[in-house]
């Protein structure tokens, strides 16, 4: 086989004939690698040596500039599962790697699955989102299923898989007003003490009494070990979260598994007092638990979890959130998400004056501004506090408004003299202005 020789990088050139007889040479070049790790080989071919040797310069030169066409039978679908599954656990948490599967089963591939790697182009990404949004998706969703195609894509194109990421091209959707939504307002007081006193003695009463007085996140809540909870000092201290994971078995069955894990984020892991009403329900809920464990029998198997199963095992976050519905629909109450029982918590305190710090140190937000941008704008006590208050401020306080109108008071505050003031012995005259005047 005759070869060509070139500089370093630059690929190979060989004359090859085939069974016809035909006689072709073939350039070959390396572009990025593949998702094994190996490297990715082009290869083209020519019909003389000069022009191999043309061609070979004008790949490296596409190569170069990073617009060289490889040639890939990967699908958004293949690539994305070896992306989510191979790759991102390195980087992620196996519950979010877990999630993005979910998200790109729901919202991708069914719509660019079979579209192929290096095809897929802003057009694609643009009628793919719209399409979403027809399908009544949420802005929030759509944008979600944007952000990880995007990451996909961008990992994609540093591989040297596709020459540029064609989702960076596109922008998310902006919200506007009567767009679909997940997010339900929150409880009022009224519906909250409604809600509170229908749990007590049901199977849901710790449950719902730490989402409403606490602001905990439905993880944050079933995750609950005994040994995080001071029955004496009366705090609970949140250090784990439980987490539902998505996985498809290689059959092509779902499987849903729940999973102990750290908290989101530093801020999260947290301690927290008691308020009398918690401690009452956390008494009701011990008392419970006996009872389920020595009607279990042999069958009870201890997790050491503050909530579980009839035999001992942890809640399921799926299964919880079935009771959740179920409970309200029993008891004719509105149906709000669990996470929005987080959003009654942090508006029904900022509603009562809680300094905006203190709500946000209990919610376990890393930022004050999370909890200003989430919670503030839908508290309208907030602004009557910053109005009163500049007026209190800025209110005379040596005058105040009489009882009957058009009287005015003197404060009982004595009145007192930093200087002398002297007085002008001076007999008053006044002054006539001079007259002006008249010339011929």
């Excluded at 979010?96 to 079979?114: N, Q, S």
């Excluded at 027809?134 to 540093?158: E, F």
């Excluded at 500049?390 to 003299?417: C, H, S």
Aim: proline share 5%.
């Amino acid at each position: 086989m005759t070869k060509i020789p070139g500089s370093y990088g630059d690929g190979t050139i060989f004359e090859k004939t085939y069974k016809s007889g035909k006689r072709v040479w073939v350039v070959e070049i390396t572009a990025g690698t593949l998702p094994n790790g190996r490297p990715r080989k082009i290869r083209k071919t020519a019909s003389s040596r000069r022009a191999a040797v043309t061609l070979r310069q004008k790949l490296n030169a596409e190569k170069n500039k990073g617009v060289l066409k490889t040639r890939n039978l990967d699908t958004v679908q293949s690539y994305g599962l070896w992306w989510v599954r191979e790759h991102k656990p390195m980087s992620i948490k196996d519950s979010t790697a877990a999630d993005y599967e979910d998200r790109l089963r729901r919202y991708v591939f069914p719509y660019l699955g079979k579209v192929k790697l290096d095809q897929l182009s802003y057009k694609h990404v643009v009628d793919w989102m719209n399409n979403l949004y027809y399908a009544k998706k949420g802005i929030r969703t759509i944008n979600g299923a944007r952000a990880i195609l995007h990451a996909l894509c961008r990992d994609a194109n540093r591989s040297g898989i596709i020459h540029s990421n064609p989702v960076s091209l596109s922008t998310p959707f902006k919200s506007r007003m009567g767009d679909k939504t997940q997010v339900q307002p929150h409880w009022t007081k009224k519906e909250a003490q409604e809600v509170l006193k229908a749990s007590v003695g049901k199977p849901l009463d710790l449950f719902i009494h730490i989402c409403i007085h606490l602001g905990l996140r439905h993880g944050e809540v079933l995750g609950l070990s005994w040994d995080s909870v001071d029955m004496e000092k009366r705090t609970i201290t949140i250090k784990q979260t439980l987490r539902d994971e998505r996985r498809l078995l290689p059959g092509g069955a779902g499987q849903v598994r729940s999973r102990l894990q750290e908290v989101k984020t530093k801020s999260s892991n947290r301690s927290l007092r008691m308020p009398e009403p918690v401690y009452q329900s956390f008494l009701r809920h011990q008392m419970s638990q006996s009872m389920n464990k020595i009607l279990a029998g042999p069958q009870w198997l201890e997790s050491g979890m503050v909530f579980t199963s009839s035999i001992g095992t942890p809640v399921n976050m799926s299964n919880n959130l079935k009771n959740y519905k179920k409970f309200l629909k029993d008891n004719s109450l509105r149906f709000i998400r669990v996470h929005d029982i987080r959003h009654t918590y942090a508006s029904l305190a900022l509603e009562t004056k809680v300094p905006l710090e203190a709500v946000s140190q209990s919610l376990g937000h890393a930022d004050i501004g999370i909890t200003k941008k989430i919670y503030a704008p839908n508290v309208q006590g907030l602004n009557e506090v910053a109005i009163d208050g500049l007026a209190t401020y800025l209110e005379d306080t040596t005058i105040i408004r009489g009882i009957r109108p058009g009287i005015e008071d003197i404060t009982p505050e004595e009145l007192e003299i930093t200087a002398p003031v002297k007085v002008s012995r001076r007999k008053f005259e006044p002054r006539i202005p001079a007259q002006p005047r008249i010339t011929a």
